[in-house]
């Protein structure tokens, strides 16, 4: 990449240069999963991930939990019985916080790498037990936490994040339902921290974009032929499940609530409504408040809210890779491959595209700059001619318009 950069940069005159960049291609970019109170790390940091390996479990119905007095004796973790004094007040009798056996344990183990949801959460990694409590630590409690369980059944069994001491007390955000999410991408942890983030640095390359909704999904690219630049939402059928859909300049509720009921795993759109996005939205809350398992699906716009069609570079580059493995990322947007090497379309170093304005979106090339110019509004801004591809004649523009593109 680096001979490709220097022969497009001493392709371009310095006029030319003053024209803002727009980066094509990341290499090796860094995603960010976003973790809350009660969720937890399943990764450290320097680990290995693969798709489909579990990084993080969530509890999304996490509620603030008196779990007592914690304390350490002996280089072993304690919970002290209700009504005794401090754990580190003589004669306190102290009983062991995690009572996971080893077969339940490699139970849950079985679990969380099968990719489905665990209705009970396990105890923490071995290297948790024998930790002093600290905001952050994964917490297992018993029965006693949610009433005694009648005669013959099972204790009903939570987990959680310790949050805070109050009082000698210890308080934490732990729930009864747990859900695993795996990696969508291969890479190295960065950074794994319970409740607060997991950080992933990627093997491979991204596509920046704008905007992104849902959550992170994955699937094999397809490029459906485009009718004026859109995607039809009656174009959409079960023969893409599992894909992600390039869907044109714009994309509507109505094929986004079609894409999800035919398991599409994601969309690309050149723009996306705000409205649109509050649907989508909405849509996810739903799904989670009926405790229906639903595949992931993920929604990135390149170009943010403004109607816009897909730039003639970034469609040939997704053109080439149709067919390949990509992956939706909502933090920050991206949609990344697999593969390193990504075939760059062939574009002409002089290439550059409107993107504000009355002719955004608009293609063409730069012919020269000419300074100062008097716009209609009686202001003046630096000019430059430029031929758009449908055009025969040239159109004068601000520079701060204009944007070129930069792999």
């Known amino acids: 990449m680096s001979a490709i950069e220097s ?9 030319l240069a003053r024209v803002a960049g727009r980066r094509v291609l990341v ?10 109170p009660g969720d937890r790390a399943l990764v450290v940091a320097g680990d290995a991930v693969v798709p489909g390996m579990p990084i993080l479990e969530r509890t999304p119905d996490a509620e603030l939990v008196d779990v007592g007095r914690l304390g350490i004796e002996n280089g072993k973790s304690g919970k002290a019985g209700r009504g005794s004094g401090s754990s580190s007040g003589g004669g306190a009798s102290l009983e062991p916080l995690w009572k996971e056996a080893a077969a339940e344990e490699s139970r849950a183990m079985a679990r969380r790498t099968s990719g489905g949801r665990t209705d ?14 600290s905001p952050g630590k994964w917490w ?34 732990a729930g009864e339902r747990h859900q695993v999410v795996t990696s969508p991408v291969a890479g190295v942890v960065r950074e794994a921290r319970n409740a607060v983030e997991v950080i992933i640095e990627v093997a491979g390359s991204a596509l920046p974009g704008a905007i992104a909704a849902g959550v992170p999904s994955r699937g094999y690219l397809d490029v459906p032929r485009l009718t004026d630049g859109e995607l039809w939402a ?4 079960v023969g893409r499940a599992g894909a992600v859909v390039v869907a044109g300049s714009r994309v509507s509720a109505q094929a986004i609530s079609r894409a999800r009921a035919i398991s599409i795993r994601g969309l690309i759109a050149g ?20 405790l229906a398992p639903a595949l992931p699906f993920g929604l990135i716009a390149l170009d943010g809210h403004s109607r816009r069609p897909l730039a003639t570079p970034i469609l040939a580059l ?20 697999d593969s390193p090497e990504v075939p760059l379309p062939e574009l002409p170093p002089d290439w550059i595209r409107a993107r504000s ?17 008097r716009f209609r509004s009686g202001i003046y801004l630096e000019a430059a001619v430029v031929r758009f591809a449908d055009d025969t004649g040239t159109t004068t523009l601000p520079v701060t318009d204009l944007e070129r593109f930069v792999f």
Not at 320 to 334: K, N, Q, S, Y
Request: hydrophobic share 35%; charged share 30%.
């Open 357 to 373: 304005g009355p002719h955004a979106g608009r293609e063409g090339r730069w012919l020269k700059s000419i300074g100062l110019y």
């Open 120 to 133: 009970r959460p396990s105890g923490p990694p071995k290297q948790e037990r024998r930790r002093p409590p």
């Open 7 to 15: 022969r497009a940069a001493a392709d371009i005159s310095p006029e």
């Open 234 to 237: 009656s174009a959409l059928d």
């Open 140 to 173: 297992v409690g018993g029965g006693d936490r949610r009433g005694k369980p009648d005669k013959g059944k099972q204790a009903i069994r939570i987990g959680g994040t310790l949050l805070f001491e109050s009082g000698g007390r210890w308080w934490a955000a």
């Open 27 to 36: 290499f090796s970019p860094t995603i960010r999963y976003q973790l809350g």
């Open 318 to 337: 997704l053109a080439a890779m149709a067919g390949r493995e990509v992956t939706i990322v909502t933090d920050p947007p991206l949609l990344v491959f």
């Open 271 to 290: 723009s996306v409504g705000e409205g649109e996005l509050r649907d989508l939205e909405a849509s996810e809350l739903r799904q989670r408040a009926s």
